[in-house]
T-cell receptor, first 114, second 114 residues
Framework: GAGVSQTPSNKVTEKGKYVELRCDPI?????LYWYRQSLGQGPEFLIY????????DSGLPNDRFFAVRPEGSVSTLKIQRTERGDSAVYLC????????????FGEGSRLTVL | KQEVTQIPAALSVPEGENLVLNCSFT??????LQWFRQDPGKGLTSLLL?????REQTSGRLNASLDKSSGRSTLYIAASQPGDSATYLC?????????????FGQGTELSVKP
């Protein structure tokens, strides 16, 4: 597609459940980023992929959060044993080069944990 | 650790005014800086990308400047319109070993009144 695509756009789940959020980057973009945005705040960095490998996962809050990008294109953010504090909008971005390139964001996946 | 501050947090102006949004960052070792706009409930739209070797970038009624050594950037919006109402986010990108990830400020919420 022309832009970064994220699914689902909205996800409501119960505390303790497992959730997967998907990101389909712009075709040809080698760098992919996940961010989390809480209401009234700027996006907070979670993890960065260059190709298939996680080059920087320093923003993942704890071991309940995990992300993969097995073929260097689509990425999945996985959250285990969800907590109410995980409720936020999860944003994905991609970039052609990953160093000095411009980042392009998707519309986000809004996660609500009840 | 990079910290980004945007001033003012909110701004309300009448249509037609020229305005300046300010961004400051603590670590001047950046590769680039990107300005985004975010409409309520939406993802981020890239407005301008300034490489660290550049002083400014222009796109239509928007002009962004960068003073890397002093850790400052400004976004100038000429002849503001109601359609400019949104939250504007500033995000400097780290040096090479950080993969170009962006660190965000909390944004300036702009309201342009007709």
């Amino acid at each position: 597609g022309a832009g970064v695509s994220q699914t689902p756009s909205n996800k409501v789940t119960e505390k303790g459940k497992y959730v997967e959020l998907r990101c389909d980057p712009i075709s040809g973009h080698t760098a992919l980023y996940w961010y989390r945005q809480s209401l009234g705040q700027g996006p907070e960095f979670l993890i960065y992929f260059q190709g298939t490998g996680a080059a920087d996962d320093s923003g993942l809050p704890n071991d309940r959060f995990f992300a993969v990008r097995p073929e260097g294109s689509v990425s999945t953010l996985k959250i285990q044993r969800t907590e109410r504090g995980d409720s936020a909008v999860y944003l994905c971005a991609s970039s052609l080069s990953g160093v000095t390139g411009e980042l392009f964001f998707g519309e986000g996946s809004r996660l609500t944990v009840l | 650790k990079q910290e980004v501050t945007q001033i003012p947090a909110a701004l309300s102006v009448p249509e037609g005014e020229n305005l300046v949004l300010n961004c400051s960052f603590t670590d001047s070792a950046i590769y680039n800086l990107q300005w985004f706009r975010q409409d309520p409930g939406k993802g981020l739209t890239s407005l301008l990308l300034i490489q660290s070797s550049q002083r400014e970038q222009t796109s239509g009624r928007l002009n962004a400047s960068l003073d890397k050594s002093s850790g400052r950037s400004t976004l100038y919006i000429a002849a503001s319109q109601p359609g400019d109402s949104a939250t504007y986010l500033c995000a400097p990108g780290g040096e090479y070993n950080q993969g170009g990830k962006l660190i965000f400020g909390q944004g300036t919420e702009l309201s342009v009144k007709p």
